[in-house]
């Protein structure tokens, strides 16, 4: 199963493969070179297909979690100042996707969305310290009973070049579902309430809709 967002990146991937196998068997007589040109074309589709592949997942919806919203390595957890929204201190938690990751973005927890805005920015690798301020990123904010507002930032990173969110101020969202996507490599910042007990660790792989950030105490 592919994510909607990948399908015109799938059709060129397809064309591209079938126009340079049909090529190579034309044009190039060398048979080693002719098939290393064709393993080429395959091997592009193939990470094409994967980088966009979405994997049927539900999660067990529970008021008292914020669930992972991406698949990835948990690369931050500390308290900083958050200066967008809440304009003061939170604890972050990070999540870090290679290029070989689910990119699906998913909704942490239920609630109704409150702030959702696109920043454009630069493409620094996805772990430099300033990603989060200077990168293209989204900023969206959700708040429920349990946990009141939580923040989380989908943030481009060196190759990423687009970043898709579904999230608009006023939403009723359920907790596992699609809230976008990011292509190729990236990193998600949760910001949550001082306190927060976490659930995770650092470098821990988490899987969106699935892994347990933090549970409420």
Do not use: C
């Amino acid at each position: 199963m592919f994510h909607k967002e990948g399908g015109p990146s799938i059709l060129l991937g397809v064309v591209f493969t079938v126009i340079v196998v049909l090529l190579a068997d034309q044009f190039i007589n060398i048979y080693w070179l002719q098939k290393l040109v064709q393993i080429f074309a395959l091997a592009v589709l193939i990470i094409i297909l994967q980088f966009f592949r979405n994997p049927k997942r539900i999660a067990i919806r529970n008021s008292d979690q914020i669930l992972a919203p991406v698949d990835g390595k948990v690369v931050v957890i500390e308290e900083v100042y958050e200066g967008e929204f809440f304009k003061d201190k939170r604890l972050q938690v990070s999540i870090f996707m290679s290029p070989i990751n689910v990119h699906v973005t998913r909704y942490a927890m239920d609630g109704i969305i409150k702030f959702s805005k696109y920043h454009p920015g630069k493409f620094l690798v996805a772990w430099h310290p300033k990603a989060s301020e200077e990168n293209e990123r989204t900023t969206v904010v959700i708040e429920n009973d349990t946990f009141g507002q939580i923040l989380y930032r989908q943030i481009a990173g060196a190759l990423a070049r687009r970043i898709v969110n579904y999230a608009k101020e006023g939403m009723q969202v359920i907790q596992g579902t699609d809230a976008g996507f990011i292509k190729f490599g990236s990193r998600v910042d949760l910001f949550l309430p001082l306190g927060t007990p976490i659930d995770v660790v650092l470098g821990q792989k988490a899987i969106g809709g699935k892994t347990i950030i933090a549970t409420k105490a």
